[in-house]
């Protein structure tokens, strides 16, 4: 064999290992890409070493425009009670008032209102203290079951800056069980078996930036 063809051959062989270790480098490329262009620098374009792209803050807070329409009252409402107090969430909110509705209605059915005056507004508390007293005159109770919530909507949100407090509005439509029983035990209304729906909505305050996370029931209605 000639000194060319061997030269040729090593010359080969040396490409070949250069091409496998790009490929091991750079990876492969499949298809066709557009050639870059050459941008000319003008006063926008960003300098040597700097980001191509500015990261823009600010923007829709999804926390607040999944529930209410961006730029709204209720939106700004929420805007500023995150402000006032950074570590406030309508999702949390709405987690915490979901317990809230079971545990205030079924101690309301129950008469049993002591667990929860702390919750209450003292307007509140009084209409459902007559309610109950109301029942155990008439020698009636109410034996309840909760089934579960199908819907909870935040309906509106207030906030006064002066005094930093917040109300949210929050409309419910929960299932339930529940009779009527007379002094005999016996059922005069409603079932144990079957299910009800119960729609409610309800108004939440609280002063944003408070030692006390709890939310008061301040109003009822439907």
Do not use: C
């Not at 005056?117 to 909760?146: H, M, T, W």
């Amino acid at each position: 064999m000639s000194s060319a063809v061997i030269q040729l051959l090593v010359l080969a062989g040396i490409a070949i290992f250069l091409i496998l270790r790009l490929r091991s480098v750079l990876g492969t490329r499949e298809g066709f890409e557009k050639p870059s262009v050459p941008q000319q620098r003008t006063e926008n374009t960003p300098a040597a070493g700097r980001p191509e792209f500015e990261v823009i803050e600010g923007g829709p807070d999804r926390d607040i425009t999944d529930h209410v329409p961006d730029g709204s009252d209720a939106a700004k409402a929420l805007a500023a009670m995150k402000m006032a107090e950074p570590g406030f969430g309508v999702n949390d909110f709405l987690q915490g008032a979901r317990g809230a509705y079971e545990m205030i209605l079924m101690a309301f059915e129950r008469g049993d209102l002591d667990q929860i005056r702390p919750f209450l507004s003292d307007d509140v508390y009084e209409s459902f203290a007559e309610v109950v007293a109301e029942r155990e005159r008439q020698g009636l109770s109410i034996d309840a079951s909760f089934v579960g919530l199908r819907e909870i909507t935040l309906v509106d949100a207030e906030f006064d800056r002066d005094d930093s407090e917040a109300e949210l509005t929050v409309r419910f439509l929960g299932e339930i069980t529940s009779a009527v029983r007379n002094q005999a035990g016996e059922i005069i209304d409603g079932s144990t078996s079957e299910i009800k729906r119960q729609k409610d909505v309800w108004t939440f305050a609280r002063k944003m930036g408070a030692n006390d996370p709890n939310w008061q029931l301040v109003a009822t209605g439907e």
